[in-house]
C-alpha cells in the first residue's frame, strides 16, 4: 500500500476532499439522469442550493473535467452543461455509494439515535 500521510502528494484526500461538498456528488447524478440540463434547471432540481454556490461548484467540476459547459451565442445566452466521459466513468461509482446509504440509512439513523444521550 502507497503511503498517503502527506496531505500534497495524497491523491485521495484532493479527489474526495472535491466531490465530498454538500453539492458536487447532487449535481453529479442530477446531470446524470437528465444527461444535459441549463443552470436554472439544475437549481430547481436540486432545491436548495444558491445560484453562488451552484455557480462555484459547476466551476469546480468543470476545472476538474467532470462536467462540461456549452454556451451558446443568443439573446438571451443560454449555456448547458453535461458530463463528460470522465464524469460518466465516476457515475458507477457514486451510484454504489448512493445504493450503500439508501440500504443502510434506517439503521445508522437509528444507532444515532440510541447513542444519543
Not at 39 to 56: A, C, E, P, T, Y
Not at 58 to 73: N, S, V
Request: with cysteine.
Amino acid at each position: 500500500m502507497k503511503n498517503f500521510h502527506h496531505a500534497e502528494n495524497c491523491p485521495i484526500r484532493d479527489i474526495l476532499s472535491r466531490l465530498s461538498s454538500k453539492w458536487a456528488m447532487l449535481i453529479l447524478i442530477t446531470l446524470d439522469a437528465n444527461e444535459v440540463m441549463r443552470f436554472n434547471d439544475l437549481q430547481k432540481s436540486i432545491g436548495d442550493i444558491s445560484q453562488r454556490m451552484l455557480s462555484v461548484t459547476l466551476r469546480t467540476l468543470e476545472a476538474d473535467g467532470l462536467i462540461g459547459r456549452k454556451a451558446y451565442p443568443e439573446i438571451p445566452p443560454r449555456v448547458e452543461y453535461s458530463l463528460t466521459p470522465r464524469g460518466l466513468s465516476l457515475i458507477p461509482y457514486l451510484e454504489g455509494l448512493v445504493g450503500w446509504a439508501l440500504a443502510n440509512m434506517p439503521q445508522i439513523m437509528n444507532e444515532r439515535e440510541e447513542k444519543v444521550v
